[in-house]
């Protein structure tokens, strides 16, 4: 008898609980058809100027029947008449998020959704798979060095809750009373460059761009958006234009920074609504990578990856110092430095929280935990990537954050106190560990769900903030 044969044969009572009255088999592939449709991206424009320090309404067309995901897309003009490659204006890296100070959406005119820079680049340390990692630092503008010195085409994409999962994509058909805004809050130009200086030792320093920095940097005057549109065949769209629906939504909330001192514990308020799934907080270092880095979110002085990495920060021949391996992420890195005598400094960046608990109308929802336990632990349980980045912290209370099925929440519209304590440590720079700046403060947001309906043409919020 042959091998495979005898496996067939050696069937016991515990194979019942496996293959006895079998509902499925894995030689016959099944297959359910699917309704015709067609998809197509079509530039829209904004009303408005747009550029640095804009706000511009885009209003969605009717040009299909739902919309699925949105891209905004930058003619990024490079800087001319740079001194040097290690000096003068720079773009800051991940330019593309950085444009966006935050943009909402609207239904008849009740905003119905709103996102930041921050959170724009957090969501994607959190969820982008590793896989599409490179192409997405490419679309976004996360090296300061290929974006400022070639004229550089973004694509950043938006994160609603519509554009991320296409069984929501939103029905024009049945809006035929209420229109679709998307709204953009663009960044000052001052905020949105560096002023590179030549290094001074083994780091270089970037001040904050004015407009006596050497090089000039033409502004942003080409944007747009693309919108796929979804094209329904005649039985279904009639039904999408006849019927009401409900739709099962995500939101974000963020109520502002808040105040947050080093070296101490801080107690944070939480003021949320609704059925939240998750709490995401960063911490805001007011040191010098604050301007080449706007998100990091370390206790370290993160110096970045670039071209200009050796000219930078490799200490000069005459010295006995040199870099022995670096840990790069997404263009920020930490360094061990070795001397001549061997000893060695390592430069790693880390959370900056030491510790945090949240409390709910005065207990403890969980016992006291170190900062590791939300930058690396939650994470890995319930996000599909531990960011790269260690200064992102979350607190999941669903089992899978980033699914739209509901998987566990927290109601916070019925809990009278929310605080979330945490202790900071003491932010020191990268080479000379001595104290650095003070912190800006802390973001918190939430991620809730809500219901979106719409009928007779029109579409709202069933529960309001």
Not at 206 to 232: P, R
Not at 323 to 338: C, H, K, L, P, Q
Not at 406 to 435: C, E, F, H, Q, Y
Request: charged letters at 15%; hydrophobic letters at 35%; proline letters at 3%.
């Amino acid at each position: 008898m042959g091998g495979g044969l005898l496996q067939l044969v050696a069937y016991g009572a515990q194979d019942v609980y496996l293959t006895g009255n079998p509902q499925i088999t894995f030689f016959k592939v099944v297959y359910r058809r699917h309704t015709n449709f067609a998809i197509e991206a079509i530039q829209q424009t904004f009303n408005g100027t747009v550029g640095y320090g804009q706000t511009v309404t885009c209003q969605i067309s009717r040009n299909g029947d739902l919309i699925n995901r949105v891209y905004l897309q930058v003619e990024l003009p490079k800087i001319t008449n740079i001194p040097t490659l290690t000096t003068g204006a720079r773009y800051v890296n991940y330019i593309g998020l950085r444009l966006i100070k935050s943009v909402l959406i609207e239904i008849g005119g009740q905003q119905i959704d709103k996102h930041y820079s921050d959170w724009l680049y957090i969501w994607n340390e959190l969820s982008l798979p590793r896989g599409k990692r490179y192409g997405y630092d490419t679309m976004v503008g996360a090296d300061k060095d290929i974006t400022s010195f070639n004229n550089t085409t973004l694509y950043i994409p938006l994160e609603f809750w519509f554009c991320r999962n296409v069984g929501l994509a939103l029905p024009l058909i049945a809006l035929q009373y209420h229109e679709v805004k998307i709204k953009i809050d663009f960044e000052s130009k001052a905020n949105c460059l560096i002023d590179l200086k030549a290094a001074t030792g083994t780091v270089s320093a970037s001040e904050a761009y004015t407009t006596s920095t050497v090089g000039d940097v033409a502004n942003i005057t080409d944007m747009s958006l693309w919108v796929d549109y979804i094209f329904l065949d005649t039985d279904e769209r009639r039904r999408f234009a006849q019927l009401s629906h409900e739709y099962l939504i995500e939101q974000l909330q963020f109520t502002g920074t808040e105040t947050l001192n080093g070296g101490s514990t801080n107690r944070v308020k939480l003021n949320f609504n609704h059925p939240c799934k998750e709490l995401v907080w960063v911490a805001k270092p007011n040191n010098y990578s604050r301007k080449a880095c706007w998100y990091n979110y370390t206790d370290t002085d993160i110096v970045d990856l670039t071209s200009a990495l050796v000219a930078e920060v490799v200490p000069a021949a005459s010295k006995t110092q040199y870099i022995t391996e670096y840990a790069s992420s997404n263009y920020m890195a930490g360094f061990d430095f070795v001397s001549g005598n061997a000893s060695a400094t390592t430069i790693g960046a880390a959370s900056p929280f030491a510790d945090a608990i949240l409390q709910l109308n005065g207990n403890d929802r969980f016992s006291v935990r170190d900062g590791a336990y939300f930058s690396f632990v939650q994470p890995y349980q319930h996000h599909t990537n531990i960011p790269n980045n260690p200064g992102i912290n979350v607190y999941s209370f669903a089992l899978k954050p980033e699914d739209h099925q509901p998987s566990g929440t927290l109601n916070m519209s019925r809990i009278d106190t929310a605080t979330l304590m945490v202790t900071t440590k003491t932010i020191t720079t990268s080479l000379t560990g001595t104290p650095a700046l003070a912190y800006d403060g802390i973001n918190i947001y939430a991620v809730n769900y809500n219901v979106l309906r719409i009928l007779s043409g029109m579409g709202g919020l069933a529960y309001s903030n």
